[in-house]
């Protein structure tokens, strides 16, 4: 993963030959359950430049690593590099109306909500086709206007994961909420607000 981080830190991070490896390193850190600000960011900037390689599905499990990051400002930073028509993805739209509830404290409605779209849960990530880089004498053969093959390293492939922690960051954010704003609470409204959770 470091060599990822220092990829960043270069002019290439804006070439989409690199949105597999990124795409691939995302999925290890959100199952490792360590989302990363950066690599999200860099991929969503990638589907700024290049439209053609926009994947709804990984925008929004990239969302929804975000929405698990409240307090902090992850998931306004991600939504900021979206291009406005990515924003109309039905995917998209469900993980921003969550994200809504949460700010405005609609905490019954949001796990009402929840429970009717568990399947955001299973984050699908989109692993785009991953070509190796050019020999010299390949390149070299390209210059002369010849045809060169590319060879694949990756197919396209689909990353899935299940964000089995997704609850449990909401209610610790809840609870950041709750002991902000109030100094005695009825047991009865903190099961209201987080869901009737056990």
């Not at 690199?18 to 290890?28: E, G, K």
């Amino acid at each position: 993963m470091d060599e990822v981080h220092e990829l960043l830190e270069t002019f290439e991070q804006y070439d989409n030959v690199h949105l597999p490896r990124l795409v691939q390193t995302l999925h290890a850190t959100i199952e490792g359950r360590d989302f990363d600000l950066d690599i999200a960011n860099a991929i969503l900037r990638l589907y700024r430049f290049y439209p053609s390689d926009f994947d709804a599905d990984t925008a929004a499990s990239i969302l929804m690593g975000a929405l698990m990051q409240l307090p902090e400002n992850d998931f306004t930073l991600c939504l900021s590099l979206l291009h406005p028509s990515s924003l109309e993805h039905e995917k998209v739209k469900q993980v921003l109306h969550m994200h809504e509830l949460l700010e405005t404290c609609d905490f019954v409605e949001f796990w009402a909500y929840l429970r009717e779209h568990e399947d955001l849960l299973d984050l699908k990530l989109k692993s785009p086709v991953e070509y190796d880089d050019l020999t010299d004498e390949e390149y070299e053969r390209m210059q002369n206007g010849e045809e060169v093959e590319p060879r694949i390293l990756h197919e396209e492939m689909v990353l899935t994961c299940h964000l089995s922690d997704f609850k449990t960051s909401i209610l610790e954010y809840i609870a950041h909420i709750v002991t902000a704003t109030y100094q005695t609470i009825p047991k009865s409204t903190i099961e209201k607000l987080t869901g009737d959770l056990d």
